[in-house]
């Protein structure tokens, strides 16, 4: 069975004694009821994996003791899903779950023209990355950004490989054909997709139009098929 897994910023090797942040330590001590001596892994959410066991019971400031250290070393390939926000922040939500499970490295949630909604709530948003990233025995936490215009992101986007999926009537190659870099940027439009000015935009700029199947998707649905592809390919 796997050992409680904790998400902890700061813990790090330099000392064996290390106290848990107040939200760890109660889940530790008054949920799980673990007792001295029971072993628990943390992860910074930057590659540091460590496996630790409680020395002092306490539902506010529990303190372990660091027993082994493992470094996880960056995914290989580094997949940016740039995707608008939505006016049913639970299919935003939804997403970003989904594609920490999957291993998307860089989230940037866009302003576009046909964005209808653009309330972003940062804290919540980070904390169903590292929920997700707990669930799925993960080590490195995906960049959540603040949300961006679209004008702003195509004109400043440094990736190597740059695609942006659309559902204007115009040639387009399937993302399922494509062989993928390993550092990669797929811009997701809103509901009702990009306008017209934004797409031409992003080919002025280098991006390539991508479709994601035969069918219309929902802009949560596209970001998850076009996570898998990128990740798969």
Known sequence: MSLPYFFEPSVAFTSKHFQLSEETSKHCIQVLRMKSGEQLEL?????????AHVAEE???????????????????????????????????????????????????????ARTEHTRFRFDRMQQILVSAMLQSQQSWLPVLHEPVKIASLISNATQIQKLIAHCEENQKTSLADIKTANNSLLLIGPEGDFTSQEIILALEKGFAPVSLGNTRLRTETAGIVGATLLAIS
């Open 58 to 112: 306490d539902k506010r400031h529990c303190t372990v003791i660091l027993e082994k250290e493992s470094i996880i070393h960056p995914p290989e390939k580094k997949t940016s899903i740039a995707i608008s926000l939505l006016k049913n922040a639970s299919r935003f939500e939804w997403f970003l779950e989904k594609a920490t499970e999957i291993g998307v490295t860089e989230i940037i949630p866009l302003i576009c």
């Open 43 to 51: 992860t910074n959410g930057k590659g540091g994996l460590y496996t």
